[in-house]
């Protein structure tokens, strides 16, 4: 399913025009990326935990020249679904 899909089906199950489906959707996901930007963490009771995680620096290998180089350390973002969500995806 691709984002108009999705704006599609949310603007069904609300009564919501699909304009402004999308704009609900743009405005959820601007604002989950920027509380998880500034290091908070968005728990959603029976979805799940959507946080920033530490990936520290590791070695890696160039693939062109098989040269060992050394990956920074950064951030990436983290998805931990709920014990609901998991319920209803192993009925």
């Known amino acids: 399913m691709n984002k108009s899909e999705f704006v599609a089906k949310l603007a069904e199950d609300t009564g919501l025009k699909k304009g402004d489906a999308e704009k609900f959707l743009d405005a959820f996901v601007a604002n989950v990326k920027a509380i998880i930007a500034e290091g908070d963490k968005l728990q ?3 979805f799940g935990t959507f946080e920033a995680k530490e990936r520290g620096e590791r ?3 160039n693939p ?3 040269e060992a180089i050394t990956i920074a350390a950064c951030k990436v973002p983290s998805f931990k679904p709920g014990k609901g969500f998991k319920d209803e995806l192993n009925k």
């Open 44 to 46: 959603l009771v029976g």
């Open 59 to 61: 070695t890696g290998k």
């Open 64 to 66: 062109q020249t098989g």
